[in-house]
């Protein structure tokens, strides 16, 4: 029973001391606890102090703050416009000469100009302009010798197997033989006649004529028939070797 005793004394010794050493602990805890609580209220405070002072600089920055402005593109007005769009080019006008030694220059360079123009045209070009000058004097002496009722003349600018056409392609007649069945009777029956052309086109070899012709039946002052024509003409070799009619 002794032994009993002793152990069940120790036990009550034991949870006393535990208990009174729980009761010396229990305020540093809560000392701690407030202590730790302070600390984390207290950057809470600082933050909102920070937050609080960069909203207010970002107001005073707001309020100083000034949009960029955009710089227009200078153009220099005095320098000349090197760019290559089509359709900008601007024409310089042409100094007067101001004395005799500048114009005679200027004349030098005129004809200088008119020069190279000639020469640029190109072989093809002058013959085709050629013939052209060469078909119209053929016309031009064929209505001569129309409106003078001149056979012989007539006759001479057709090539002696010249064609006669209703457009588009009707074979009226062929070579000088009709030629002058045709037009030798009507020359002498006629007492007048006058070919003039409204509207020339001259193209190389090829006439086109849009005449007005007037004949007389039975006095040469009197005019009775009045029409109009459109004739092409093809000449070769200063001769008309095919004719046209448009009706």
């Not at 010798?145 to 001149?150: D, E, P, S």
Request: proline fraction near 4%; glycine fraction near 2%; charged fraction near 35%.
């Amino acid at each position: 029973m002794k032994p009993l005793s002793i152990i069940f004394a120790s036990l009550i010794t034991t949870v006393a001391l535990i208990t009174y050493a729980a009761e010396q602990s229990e305020p540093e805890q809560k000392e701690q606890q407030v202590e730790a609580q302070a600390n984390a209220e207290k950057p809470k405070v600082e933050d909102e102090q920070s937050v609080t002072q960069v909203k207010a600089d970002d107001k005073v920055n707001t309020l100083e703050y000034k949009a960029p402005e955009l710089k227009k593109p200078t153009i220099d007005a005095t320098k000349p416009d090197d760019s290559k769009v089509l359709g900008n080019e601007q024409i310089k006008p042409t100094e007067k000469p101001k004395n005799k030694i500048e114009k005679a220059v200027a004349v030098a360079e005129a004809e200088k100009a008119v020069t190279q123009a000639k020469e640029a045209l190109t072989v093809k070009q002058q013959t085709k302009a050629k013939q052209s000058r060469e078909s119209l004097a053929v016309v031009e002496q064929l209505v001569k010798a129309y409106n003078a009722r001149n056979i012989e003349e007539f006759l001479r600018v057709y090539a002696e197997d010249v064609e006669f056409y209703i457009f588009p392609n009707e074979l009226l007649f062929k070579g000088k033989e009709k030629l002058i069945e045709r037009y030798g009777l009507m020359f002498k029956k006629l007492k007048c006649i006058h070919s003039s052309p409204i509207k020339r086109i001259v193209h190389g070899d090829i006439v086109i004529d849009h005449e007005l012709s007037e004949t007389c039946s039975t006095d040469e002052k009197v005019v009775d028939k009045r029409s109009e024509l459109i004739s092409s003409y093809q000449i070769k070799d200063g001769k008309i070797v095919r004719v046209l009619f448009f009706r």
